[in-house]
C-alpha cells in the first residue's frame, strides 16, 4: 500500500509540474500571437502607404501627359509666331495655358558655318500649361516659329 500511496504522489507531482508548464507554453502562445499580429500590422501598413504611393505617382504622369499633348496641341495650330502672339492665353477644360513670344533674329548657315542667307526673323514660342486656377505650370514646351512680317 505505501508503494501505490508514493507512486501516486509522484503521479500528481508529476501532472502539477506539467500543468504548471501548461499554463506557461499557453501564455508564451498569446505573447507569440501579439508579435505575429504586431509584425503583419506593420507589414500591411507599409504596404498600403506604396500602393497610396504609387497610384499618386500614376494620377502625376497622367497630368503631365494631358498638359504635354496641350502644349503641343497649341504650337501645332499656329504656323506663324503672329497667330500664337494674337492668342496668348487660353483655357480647355481643367487646364489653362498661356504663350510667351520673343522675336529674334536667326542666322542660317551651312555645316562650314558660312551664311546661306540674311537673317531670318523669327520667334522663340513658350507655352506654359497649368491646372486652372493653380499658379505654377505644370508643363512649359518651347520652340521656333517664322515671323509673316517684322514684329
Known sequence: MRASRLASRRHRAFVG????LRKVS???????????????SIALATLYRSVGQ????????EARVEATLLARSVLAGATFAEE??????GQAGAWH??????????RLSEEGGRPVAPP????????EVSRAGA????VSWTTWKPWRSAP
Open 54 to 61: 504609387g497610384s499618386k505617382t500614376v494620377g502625376d504622369v
Open 135 to 138: 499658379g505654377s505650370p505644370l
Open 84 to 89: 500664337l502672339a494674337q492668342s496668348a492665353s
Open 26 to 40: 499557453l501564455g508564451f502562445a498569446l505573447l507569440e500571437a501579439l508579435v505575429a499580429m504586431a509584425i503583419a
Open 17 to 20: 509540474r506539467f500543468a504548471s
Open 97 to 106: 495655358w498661356v504663350v510667351h513670344t520673343a522675336p529674334e533674329q536667326v
Open 120 to 127: 531670318v526673323l523669327a520667334a522663340r514660342v513658350t507655352v
